[in-house]
């Protein structure tokens, strides 16, 4: 069954670091291209990041960009965002993600359950 | 940036109603467009994908059309489990940076 297992969420102050990671199983990890996405308290849903199966091609939404650095272990089955000089308005919970490609179109199919980073004084 | 604009932000409706939600794209993104189901404290759901394609174990009363800038995600007699938040998200961009609409609550009326 295909799974995904975020962790390394907690409470950091503004200014500080803090890496989350997100672990797969029951599918080939190395295959897929993985996401980031997050939604703060209360709100819609917004991506984060992209990265490539080889790590060749990775892509950043402008609100993390500079800030934020996805990365992955393939030996592992192991995705990663380290977050770096967080800022209040980055509270939220982050899922990892699957896409598939289908014949052009592609699609999250499988989400972790989320961990909650709260930034806060 | 493609921008995507859901109507209506909420919604209340009875068990055994019809609803229909709309969402719209700033540019054409021709049928790049998924939907999901998400309900408090779990992850989304993936319900629709390219604007029409229902995702395996998806109810049938389930069902999405459009193209271009418009589209529907209609729910034909409502269950107590489909109350819950709904996102359209646009796959059409490249590089992949995909945008969601704000969302829409379905509530028990």
């Known amino acids: 069954q295909v799974h995904l297992v975020e962790s390394g969420g907690g409470v950091v102050q503004p200014g500080r670091s803090l890496r989350l990671s997100c672990e797969a199983s029951?599918?080939?990890?190395?295959?897929?291209?993985m996401h980031w996405l997050r939604q703060a308290p209360g709100k819609g849903l917004e991506w984060v990041a992209v990265?490539?199966?080889?790590?060749?091609?990775?892509h950043y939404a402008d609100s993390v960009k500079g800030r934020f650095t996805i990365s992955r272990d393939n030996s592992r089955n192991t995705l990663y965002l380290q977050m770096d000089s967080l800022r209040v308005d980055d509270t939220a919970i982050y899922y990892c993600?699957?896409?598939?490609?289908?014949?052009?179109?592609?699609?999250?199919?499988?989400w972790g359950q989320g961990t909650l980073v709260t930034v806060s004084s | 940036d493609i921008q995507m604009t859901q109507s209506p932000s909420s919604l209340s409706a009875s068990v055994g109603d019809r609803v229909t939600i709309t969402c719209r794209a700033t540019?054409?993104?021709?049928?790049?467009l998924n939907w999901y189901q998400q309900k408090p404290g779990k992850a989304p759901k993936l319900l629709i994908y390219?604007?029409?394609t229902l995702q395996s174990g998806v109810p049938s009363r389930f069902s999405g059309s459009g193209s271009g800038t418009y589209f529907t995600l209609t729910i034909n007699s409502l269950q107590p489990d489909d109350f819950a938040t709904y996102y359209c998200?646009?796959?059409?961009?490249?590089?992949?940076?995909?945008?969601f609409g704000q969302g829409t609550k379905l509530e028990i009326k």
């Open positions: 993600a699957r896409v598939v490609y289908s014949s052009g179109w592609d699609w999250f199919d499988t």
């Open positions: 029951g599918f080939i990890f190395s295959y897929y291209p």
């Open positions: 990265i490539s199966s080889e790590e060749s091609n990775i």
């Open positions: 540019q054409n993104i021709d049928t790049f």
């Open positions: 390219a604007a029409s």
């Open positions: 998200q646009q796959s059409y961009t490249t590089p992949r940076m995909y945008t």
